[in-house]
């Protein structure tokens, strides 16, 4: 079976003032299955968001060659680009970024514009993370817990291959750590795929897989 992500000898290097030279990614190979929940730790600064957003299709790498459930994503135009992303991949990030002007039914709609079935998706989703009772709420009247729970439905409701997550829990008590942990993994046991990245050490014990980051070079903890 074709793994969902494939990264192949992938590095991203930024050119400063002064004509130092960073590296985002130092010749990063990795491969992710369907139904796999891979958690990357590293420290700020480490490459883990510039490994998220090339996985993504909004960073294109210096070098290498990065495939996403089975397209090489730097071969695509910009449109199709957005298209793809639209189609297979949902983000989660630990600032929410929920439109404050929309309620949270309709801003987990926004993952998936145009989709016959959206509404009964959403609502499933509402269900399911405990945000029936919230759905007319606009998020200036959520907790944290809420919000991360209503962005993380809204990364699943257009059912993705992939998910990325960019310290998702980072804002979280451990009740609401514990839910969106579980939601992801579910996710996986349902046969989507999540990259995770973090500081911390939260995803561990959900994650099928650890990896470690740090200048940009990534490496396998080990295999639970």
Same mark, same amino acid.
């Given at each position: 079976?074709?793994?969902?992500?494939?990264?192949?000898?992938?590095?991203?290097?930024?050119?400063?003032?002064?004509g130092r030279n960073?590296?985002?990614?130092?010749?990063?190979?990795l491969s992710v299955d369907r139904g796999q929940f891979v958690s990357v730790q590293g420290p700020s600064g480490s490459g883990k968001t510039t490994l998220l957003l090339t996985i993504g299709g909004?960073?294109?790498?210096?070098?290498?060659?990065?495939?996403v459930a089975g397209r090489d994503l730097y071969a695509l135009s910009h449109a199709e680009q957005t298209k793809f992303r639209a189609d297979h991949l949902g983000f989660v990030f630990q600032m929410f970024h929920l439109v404050p002007y929309l309620n949270v039914i309709e801003n987990i709609c926004l993952g998936a514009i145009g989709q016959?079935?959206?509404q009964e998706q959403a609502e499933g989703l509402l269900d399911r993370? @405990? *945000?029936? =009772? !919230?759905?007319?709420h606009k998020p200036s009247h959520l907790s944290v817990g809420e919000c991360q729970r209503t962005a993380l439905a809204r990364?699943?409701?257009?059912?993705?291959?992939?998910?990325?997550?960019?310290?998702p829990?980072?804002?979280?008590?451990?009740?609401?750590?514990?839910?969106?942990?579980?939601?992801?993994?579910?996710?996986c046991q349902e046969g989507?795929?999540?990259?995770?990245?973090?500081?911390?050490?939260?995803?561990? @014990? *959900?994650? =099928? !897989?650890?990896?470690?980051?740090?200048?940009?070079?990534?490496?396998?903890?080990?295999v639970l």
């Open positions: 079976m074709e793994p969902t992500i494939s990264l192949t000898q992938v590095s991203k290097h930024y050119s400063m003032p002064g960073v590296v985002g990614l130092d010749e990063v190979s909004m960073q294109r790498p210096t070098s290498g060659q990065v495939t016959a079935d959206v993370l @405990g *945000l029936t =009772d !919230r759905w007319q990364a699943l409701v257009a059912r993705p291959d992939l998910i990325l997550a960019d310290e829990t980072g804002n979280l008590d451990p009740e609401n750590t514990a839910v969106v942990l579980k939601v992801l993994a579910d996710f989507g795929s999540v990259l995770l990245v973090t500081h911390g050490q939260e995803a561990h @014990g *959900l994650a =099928d !897989r650890r990896l470690q980051i740090e200048k940009g070079r990534l490496e396998e903890l080990n």
